[in-house]
């Protein structure tokens, strides 16, 4: 009898979900909303300080200076204020440190999701390369614009503050309580853009990484045989067949019972994501029909425009692969050599095609699907908007 040696030895590769966010990571645990192994109550204690201190007091000083003044002229002033309040709702799952998220965070470093050949390990490699970009590409990007968002208060003539507030006494000059206030607010703005623009990679990088595990599985239906350490051996044993079908089966349960958890636990960040993307643009699609085409304001507003839609591209996108890589799974069965396989192992692949009939699709509160066709209604909405204004 021939001796056929599966390989259960996993390529280790050790958990490369933190590997993926591991800058992200660090700068939560800074602002008190990813759990330590020994989170205390003054671990809490401090996450909501922090926010109600920097995040919400902010707010409030700056909607009585508004409602004193009756408005304000300047629209990116309104715009931030608005899209602060919308992201305000979006972190409060965050704070304090949910278990139940740092949970689905680190749910693709368990053994079960260790690669078991070199393109596996490539195919996880490139996952973690993307997400660790994608995270620098935003953190670069937002600390360019905190930089800038800084230069102009500092360099008028008067005691300008970044964001327009309610004091109950006049700046009349750049005195100590003037820097005090400044930074006050400036490390507001730095807090609420790190903390609340740092979850969109890490959101939807969760995603890329439940592309890449169907990805693999896709790999494993149709390279049965990559997982004998004997290549000489030309057929397998049914029962071998049978058991690596068998944990295909096991682990597509594991990424639709992944998919689940993902949108229990960030929906309702996902879903104020979208909400206060909409409201901006809003208000920008009234700035740009307000101002010449060619003028500096115009070009800004444009600007911010493409930004905020990149937001939401972002979730698009990746939940648009995993549509498609869901979709594309009965199609890697069929292409299989599944006619040599045992009748048992057979039955496990037709209903695992029948199961995978339906694909995947995100949704946001069960009111918005995370694909395409959403980022682009968006698109068409805003240009109607833009042109009835016109």
Known sequence: MVDIRLRYSPVTMENPTKQSFAIIIKILKIVRWYPTENKSKLYLVQAYSLYFLILVVGNVLVAVQMLVKKGYDDIMQIIYISETMCYSFKVL???????????????????EFQPQDETEKKILDKSVFICQMMSKFYIVGISCSEVFYAIPALLSDGPELPLPIWLPFPL???????????????????????????????????????????????????????????????????????????ACVVRHNAILKFVKEYEECFSWTIFNQFLGTATVICFLCVAIVTVPLASVDSIKYICFFFMVNWQILFYCYFGNALYEESDTLVTAIYLSQWYEYPVEAQKLLVTLMERSQ???ILRAEKLLDLTLNTFTAMLKKSYSFVAVLK
């Not at 799952?93 to 053994?111: A, S, T």
């Open 93 to 111: 799952p965050f704070l304090g440190g949910n278990e139940r998220i740092k949970k689905c965070i680190g749910y693709f470093d368990g053994d």
């Open 358 to 360: 339906q694909p995947i």
């Open 172 to 246: 009349t000059s750049r005195s100590t309580i003037y820097y005090i206030i400044y930074f006050y607010l400036y490390i507001g703005v730095v807090y609420s853009s790190f903390a609340t623009c740092l979850l969109d990679p890490l959101i939807g990088g969760l995603v890329f990484q439940a592309v890449t595990h169907l990805r693999i599985l896709k790999h494993r239906i149709q390279n049965p045989r990559n997982l004998i350490e004997d290549r000489s051996v030309k057929t397998l044993l049914q029962t071998d067949i049978y058991q690596k079908v068998a």
